[in-house]
Structure formats: structure tokens, C-alpha cells
């Protein structure tokens, strides 16, 4: 079993930058892809960023593309994801999530365990 919280959230200005962080707690962890997904009010859950657990590959939504860096510690059991260049439209609760297996992907039910997810505002 995987816990995952989440936290760095906050209100931010557009151009801005914040680093969202996720604490792990598990065997696992080191073995897993991980993710990062967001869900704006009255929208779908979506999909940000992905990373392997060796942190060989990495795999980013369009919109994100050039301005979010996903990162991990298996070490520390976190895994990270420095936004820059923040947009309104990058309002959403961000959750962190544990992917069943190695290659991780695009898809929600693809992962297993999930944080409690963390506010992410950006004004304009």
C-alpha cells in the first residue's frame, strides 16, 4: 500500500511559479511510475505529468509542456513538480498518484493510490 501527500499548494499571480510537493509512505514507491493530475471546478480529473521510477523518462500534457518539471527522490520517497510561468487556466486541485506499474501513463484508472490533492490558484 502507497500514501501520498500532497502540499505546496497556494495563490500565486500569473507568470508566477510554485513547487508542488508529495511525501510517499510505502515499500513500493521506488518501483513505481508516478504522477501528477489536476481537476479544475466542474471539469474532468486530467493529466500533467508522469515520471518512471528510475527517472529516465518523463511525459508532460500539452499545456504544461516547457513550463512544469516533474521530479523525484527515491531517497525521500517524494516526488515534485516545479510550475513556472503559471497561467490562470492553471487553477485546479493538484493530485499526486502512485501508478500500478513501472512505464507510467496518461490514464487515471492506470493508478492505484492517490493523495488528498492540494489548491493551486493562480490570479490573473
Known amino acids: 500500500q502507497v500514501q501520498l501527500v500532497e502540499s505546496g499548494g497556494g495563490l500565486v499571480q500569473a507568470g508566477g511559479s510554485l513547487r508542488l510537493s508529495c511525501a510517499a509512505s510505502?515499500?513500493?514507491?521506488?518501483?513505481?511510475?508516478m504522477g501528477w493530475f489536476r481537476q479544475a471546478p466542474g471539469k474532468e480529473r486530467e493529466f500533467v505529468a508522469t515520471?518512471?521510477?528510475?527517472?529516465?523518462?518523463?511525459y508532460y500534457a500539452d499545456p504544461v509542456k516547457g513550463r512544469f518539471t516533474i521530479s523525484r527522490d527515491n531517497a525521500k520517497s517524494t516526488v515534485s513538480l516545479q510550475m513556472n510561468s503559471l497561467k490562470p487556466e492553471d487553477t485546479a486541485v493538484y493530485y499526486c498518484?502512485?501508478?500500478?506499474?513501472?512505464?507510467?501513463?496518461?490514464?487515471?484508472?492506470?493508478?492505484?493510490?492517490w493523495g488528498q490533492g492540494t489548491q493551486v490558484t493562480v490570479s490573473s
Open positions: 515520471i518512471t521510477p528510475n527517472s529516465d523518462r518523463t
Open positions: 498518484a502512485a501508478h500500478r506499474g513501472v512505464v507510467p501513463g496518461r490514464l487515471r484508472l492506470e493508478y492505484d493510490y
Open positions: 510505502g515499500r513500493t514507491f521506488s518501483r513505481r511510475g
